[in-house]
């Protein structure tokens, strides 16, 4: 109970950042004139679910979450709620607290924006926590010219590219082309945490 306590003001914001997630899923997709079963179609996410998420009644796992986002053309991060760009040659600084975080409901999975001003420089900065035996599956292609590369700061993750899985340990790092269907997993006992940068080519 300690430590639920201390992470209080941490996980009620994320929260409140997983809430208006829904609300920026309805706005992309009026603005992409994109009807409920027109979306739910695209994403593979049935209606129903699509539906809660929208009107912030349900959180969606990282599966369904990336998979509306690639349906909306959009990034999971524009979704979550990313801080705006910054403008040339105008430093920008984002707090550890205000740092926009994914959680996943049923997993535990976190995906934290770390990025002070996503996309400005042509790349994304994430973090992702994965917990003890806790898997991603498979999470759907980006479009081509969309690279990742990653490097483990805790623990070991295994990494599916292409029906290919890498094992990586503390201090190993991976660069691959995302324009397959990947996964992340936590094999083991103990929690894993690593550093993530996302690079689209134009």
């Known amino acids: 109970m300690v430590e639920q306590d201390e992470n209080a003001d941490g996980r009620q914001h994320g929260d409140d950042l997983a809430g208006a997630f829904g609300g920026n899923v309805r706005r992309r997709r009026e603005e992409a004139g994109l009807t409920l079963e027109q979306l739910s179609t695209q994403a593979s996410v049935s209606r129903a679910m699509l539906s809660k998420v929208e009107r912030g009644e349900k959180s969606p796992t990282i599966g369904i979450a990336s998979r509306i986002a690639h349906a909306l053309d959009a990034s999971l991060s524009d979704l979550i709620g990313a801080p705006a760009a910054a403008a040339s040659g105008v430093?920008?600084?984002?707090?550890?607290?205000?740092?926009?975080?994914?959680?996943?409901?049923?997993?535990?999975?976190?995906?934290?924006?770390?990025?002070?001003?996503?996309?400005?420089?042509?790349?994304?900065?994430?973090?992702?926590?994965?917990?003890?035996?806790?898997?991603?599956?498979?999470?759907?292609?980006?479009?081509?010219?969309?690279?990742?590369?990653?490097?483990?700061l805790k623990g070991t993750l295994t990494v599916a590219i292409g029906g290919i899985n890498e094992t990586l340990n503390t201090g190993d790092s991976v660069f691959f082309q995302a324009d397959a269907d990947h996964g992340f997993a936590n094999r083991t006992n103990a929690p894993c945490e690593y550093i993530m940068v996302i690079s689209r080519r134009t």
Request: no cysteine.
């Open 91 to 152: 430093a920008v600084v984002m707090r550890a607290n205000d740092r926009p975080i994914f959680r996943d409901p049923e997993t535990g999975f976190e995906r934290h924006i770390v990025s002070a001003a996503p996309g400005a420089g042509g790349a994304e900065l994430i973090v992702h926590h994965l917990p003890a035996q806790v898997s991603t599956g498979l999470l759907p292609a980006y479009p081509p010219g969309t690279e990742k590369q990653l490097v483990v």
